[in-house]
């Protein structure tokens, strides 16, 4: 890595160039297709500091040499030509020799520092990860198929992170500063990120993506990860078609929304189907869908838009199905309030640990609205208002399964009746740490199967005793 000493050195400037907006010829390895960037770099080392100074003296210098708003406008083809012109100008200058990987490598992540952002950029373009962890400037993970791994991208250093979360959050027209050290966004593909800096983040910046997956999990997939069984899917298309209103449960991560997305391709096409998120990801499949989107306050604290707004504004829209991504406060009032006039069918997530608590939850936020409602006649809304309440686990393996599957069916004096449809049963863990167990049918036959009948929708009574397939997970 000596080589890179010298190009460090201050008495080292670039040689002059010409513009950016007059591409001079291009070298040749530069038209060379890209490197199957994760894959190369997953296998690599550590990346050198070296390797980081280069690149990060090669980006104040085009910077600085290139005509930055010329760049916006410019088109990639145009603009890897000029970066790569450049880039072969100065590594001659400075008399340093990459080979064509490491060149073709150096002017990628130049194009990624200058036009995206930069390390982040192999890791938003590897489908295989799913989320996006910086936890200050030198440590980044990833997760893979539910694991965490520490991953081989790093920020020069905090200034560095710092200037690819302003690029983050100033693209959607909002401020990350120290009297408003924290913000979520979105990132133009439909990614989520939320930021979080100094004073709040002791330890430098914080970043959390957790990447928008154009190739979402459907029912069917969720079968195949073990996640949940073929009868209890069954039992749950048939609820969906059949309007039972659905609470799912979970933790942060445990797979809420996914479950809600593949739930409600279950919903007919011909519904029409008004979603209401913080931060929009569903992605239903259906033609005939509303997507509606919160807004949060300005920096001056006005201006926000709540769920609870959305909710009403929704209900005067005919909507035969209203998806609320996350129930958080009020709206679940307004929400409650729909699901006992009539506008049956709808779906949402919500965050609690068990299905109880889930009721619970939901009890809770109803009444701190403070509505001249007593706890009775808000049970009485939870219990005919939901019908199935599915609570999701992220296991200790990393698995995320559904760990029952419950029904609401009545009230008896103050108490709401919930009863178990499936169940998982824990059965120890292997040699490798996976957790064991199998999904099954309670026996019991859900009061709602009824109403599932009587809606014409075919469902064999046998999904509930286990006879109809292995109820192996
Ligand atoms: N059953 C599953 N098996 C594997 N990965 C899953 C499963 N369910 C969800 N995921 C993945 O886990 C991550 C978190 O899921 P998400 O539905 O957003 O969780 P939540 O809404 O509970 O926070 C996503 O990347 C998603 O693709
Ligand atoms: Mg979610």
Known sequence: MG?????????????????????????????APQPARPVARAEAAPVPTDWLDLKHRLHETILEEMNLSALETVDTKDMRRAVAT?????????????????????????????????????????????????NGHSHVFVERKGLLERAPSTFRDEKHLLRIIDKIVSRVGRRIDESQPWVDARLPDGSRVNAIIRPCAIDGPSLSIRKFSADKLTMDRLVGYG???????QFLRAAVEARMNVLISGGTGSGKTTMLNALSACIDRRQRIVTIEDA?????????????????????GAGEISQRLLVKNALRMRPD??????????????????MNTG????????????????????????????????????????ASGINIVLQLNRLSDGSRRVMSIS???????????????????????????????????????????????????????????????????
Do not use: W
């Not at 513009?19 to 001079?24: E, G, N, Q, S």
């Not at 997530?349 to 109880?356: G, K, V």
């Open 3 to 31: 080589m890179f000493n010298d190009f460090r050195s201050p008495a080292a400037r670039p040689a002059p160039v010409a513009p950016a907006t007059a591409p001079a010829p291009v070298p040749a390895p530069a038209r």
């Open 86 to 134: 450049l880039t072969v100008q100065h590594l001659a200058a400075q008399k340093i020799e990459l080979g064509s990987d490491g060149f073709k490598q150096l002017v990628s992540d130049l194009i990624d520092e200058v036009t995206g952002l930069g390390p982040l950029e192999p890791l938003l373009a590897d489908p295989t990860i799913s989320d996006i962890l910086v």
């Open 227 to 233: 996640a949940i069984t073929t009868p209890a899917a």
């Open 280 to 300: 929009a990801e569903l992605q239903l499949q259906q033609e005939h869908v509303v997507r509606l989107e919160t807004r949060p306050s300005n920096t001056e």
């Open 321 to 338: 199905r209203i998806v609320i991504g996350e129930v958080r406060g009020s709206e679940a009032f307004d929400k409650l309030q729909a």
């Open 343 to 382: 506008h049956d069918g709808s779906m949402t997530t919500i965050h609690a640990n068990t299905a109880r608590d889930a009721i619970s939850r939901l009890e809770q936020m109803v009444v701190m609205i403070g509505a001249d409602f007593p706890l009775s006649a808000v049970r009485n809304q939870i």
């Open 407 to 473: 029904e609401v069916y009545g009230l008896e004096g103050d108490t709401i009746l919930m009863q178990d449809i499936f169940i998982f049963k824990r059965e120890g863990r292997d040699a490798e740490g996976n957790v064991l167990g199998r999904f099954l049918p309670t026996g019991v036959r859900p009061r709602c199967y009824d109403l599932i009948m009587a809606a014409g929708i075919p469902l064999p009574t046998d999904v509930f005793s286990g006879l109809s397939g292995r109820g192996v997970a």
